[in-house]
């Protein structure tokens, strides 16, 4: 008997069975469906995480100079004692970088420190205050959406000029117009240039609750020691010409720090791969646990096949038999109920990735979390429904095959 | 008996001779106890002879017909079908056996209860491999020659038993077996109804079909033109009769 006989016949023994059918397919198809909606979630914060976090944190092809990581999980006491004994970034560090890069590149100074901006009587607290260079809007492709941002002109004469953050905005103005209005930034009065478009959240963090003045504004001694910068922004054109850019800026700043070749750079040159690496850390943990949810309902999925199987070969005794002596081989009745398993397990999974596209639909719409269907689960969905299916089928498939016809013909 | 001719090991049958045994034994081992079911049956039917086995319960007709229908194999002797040697054959040739030369009719008709008519009778064919169009074309045409031609697309429940037996005869036959081979096919159904299978199994018989029936019951094994008689596992008497 050909395969698609066999497909077909199953096909035909699934519909005459509806109910019983479903119930055996239930199994796969949680399986299947937790399987992409799982990976789903790791799939969407994946992108996420490479497409927006990393870029809205550190900016397209841009990388820091910067005493120590920014983003630093798990690491130990040690290490941390170690980096706060660096020298720390000084204006002078970014001019000579500045001064000596030959890549065609834009650059910002930046120091961060949170504090209370102040408007009347109204107070915004725990805000980020950010002192950067006029180019820091570009870098971090922040658009403004009100006003205008601070140029070079301000920037070096250190004018008290702000631009708010939406959330900042809000707080301080809710619907007033905020433009040319004065806000109190450590006691010193800055007056609001522009309003940054609304940015959202990252897995819960807001984006929004930031002010941004020029670096060598009064604000500055908020952040930082005089002449001090947390971080050395560089944004070069492409990914090749920020490789270059950071290996001269590792050269220039060697140098600087008069450093022999076998020491270590007391500095970091860090790009968003960092936090790349952290997610990736994480996703391979979800990687690890995922698997045991999927492969325990898929093992029960397929024990509750293989029992419906072994109880549609005690059932249908009498037609293997039949067929048997109608001339089908072991190999006959082996495909045919294998097919018939395998059949139930596809159907499963089938209905499992529709379920599972659906949740995967649902979690982005009404969490926080970014879920987006990867078109490899659904291809593992299918080959490890399908698997189940098989695997399932072949001890009840054999004992069909090895029925002595006589016998299951004189069955009842 | 001048048309048959005395077997001996090693021998081959001649042409026409389509069933042979040659002492065929067929014993049990169950356990405590071996069950000698056949104790050396020695039978040829030839082709185109229409012959009735009978016999008491016990009496190792239905161990012979599971031997004669390949359903099983012997303890020793020999099994010639249609000038082949069958009694060693492994499992697939058997089954490639069961379904080229012998056509199965049950007492319970054995229909597949979802299936109709024609794709019951087609179900030999899907064994034999052939496609999917010649496979209705003679399923059709078998089923028009047992006279349900226009019952194809009925399931086994929308047929009467008489109706059942033709379609389980039509699948017996679509596949042009050397052997019919029926195991009492009037046993369900009634008297009447019972007379118009005989009736048809007469009809093919003429057109030279070679049926081999078991039944315990005197007035059918009357249709057949021989009688072999089996008691105690061996043959008792085979007497030619007049239809």
């Known amino acids: 008997m050909p395969f698609y006989e066999a497909m077909r016949l199953a096909l035909q023994t699934i519909r005459a069975q509806k109910l019983k059918s479903g119930f055996s397919l239930l199994g796969v198809f949680i399986g299947v469906a937790s399987l992409i909606g799982a990976w789903s979630i790791v799939n969407g914060v994946n992108r996420y995480m490479t497409e927006k976090f990393a870029q809205t944190l550190y900016g397209v092809n841009t990388f820091q100079l910067r005493r120590r990581p920014m983003f630093t999980p798990n690491v130990p006491d040690s290490v941390w004692r170690a980096w706060a004994r660096r020298p720390r970034i000084r204006f002078s560090d970014a001019e000579a970088v500045s001064a000596g890069l030959t890549v065609p590149v834009i650059t910002a100074w930046q120091s961060s420190d949170n504090v209370t901006v102040s408007y009347s009587n109204k107070e915004a607290r725990d805000i980020e205050l950010t002192a950067a260079s006029e180019r820091y809007f570009d870098i971090k492709n922040l658009n403004i959406e009100l006003g205008r941002p601070f140029t070079g002109e301000e920037n070096r004469s250190g004018a008290p000029v702000v631009v708010l953050g939406d959330a900042v905005k809000q707080r301080l103005f809710a619907d007033r117009a905020p433009l040319g209005k004065s806000v109190r930034i450590g006691g010193v009065p800055y007056r609001v240039i522009g309003v940054v478009a609304k940015q959202g959240s990252i897995l819960g963090f807001p984006l929004d609750r930031f002010v941004v003045v020029p670096a060598l504004s009064p604000a500055q001694n908020l952040v930082n020691p005089p002449g001090i910068l947390d971080a050395f922004l560089v944004k070069a054109r492409s990914e090749l010409e920020m490789r270059e850019a950071i290996a001269q800026a590792e050269g220039i700043m060697r140098g600087r720090r008069h450093l022999r070749p076998r020491q270590d750079n007391n500095f970091v040159l860090e790009t968003s791969e960092g936090v790349q690496q952290f997610w990736a850390g994480i996703s391979r943990i979800l990687v690890v646990l995922l698997p045991g949810v999927v492969v325990i309902s898929l093992v029960i999925g397929g024990i509750v096949i293989m029992n419906i199987m072994l109880m549609a070969v005690a059932e249908r005794t009498r037609e293997i038999g039949l067929r048997k002596s109608l001339g089908a081989r072991r190999r006959d009745v082996l495909r045919q109920f294998l097919a018939e398993s395998t059949a139930i397990a596809t159907v499963g999974a089938a209905f499992g990735i529709v379920a599972g596209i659906g949740l995967t639909v649902l979690i982005d719409k009404i969490s926080p979390l970014p879920a987006s269907v990867s078109p490899m689960s659904i291809v593992l969905g299918i080959i490890m429904g399908g698997g189940v299916g098989v695997v399932a089928g072949v001890y009840p498939a054999t004992r069909a095959a090895r029925l002595d016809p006589i016998a299951a013909l004189r069955q009842e | ?243």
Not at chain 2, 163 to 184: F, K, M, T, Y
């Open chain 2, 1 to 243: 008996m001048s048309t048959v001719q005395l077997f001996r090991t090693g021998d081959t049958p001649r042409p026409d001779v389509i069933i042979l045994t040659h002492k065929l034994t067929r014993e049990y081992d169950m356990g405590s106890e071996l069950v000698r079911a056949l104790r050396g049956v020695s039978v040829q039917i030839q082709k185109n002879e229409y012959v009735a086995v009978m016999g008491p319960s016990g009496s190792g007709k239905s161990t012979l017909m599971n031997l004669i229908g390949c359903l099983d194999t012997p303890t020793s002797g020999e099994y010639w079908l249609n000038g082949q040697q069958v009694s060693d054959l492994a499992d697939d040739e058997l089954a490639r056996i069961r379904n080229k030369e012998i056509g199965f009719v049950f007492q319970t008709f054995n229909l597949l209860p979802r299936a109709d008519a024609l794709h019951n009778v087609e179900l030999p064919l899907i064994y034999a491999g052939l496609s999917a169009r010649n496979r209705r074309e003679r399923a059709a045409h078998a089923l028009q020659r047992v006279g349900l031609g226009d019952r194809m697309d009925h399931r086994p429940n929308e047929l009467s038993g008489g109706q059942r037996q033709r379609v389980a005869i039509a699948r017996a036959l679509v596949n042009e077996p050397s052997i019919l081979l029926a195991d009492e096919p009037t046993g369900n159904l009634d008297s009447t109804t019972g007379l118009e299978i005989m009736a048809l199994f007469r009809e093919l018989h003429d057109s030279g079909q070679t049926v081999v029936m078991v039944t315990h019951e005197q007035d059918i094994a009357a249709h057949a033109a021989r009688v072999i008689t089996l008691r105690d596992g061996v043959v008792a008497t085979d007497q030619r009769q007049a239809a």
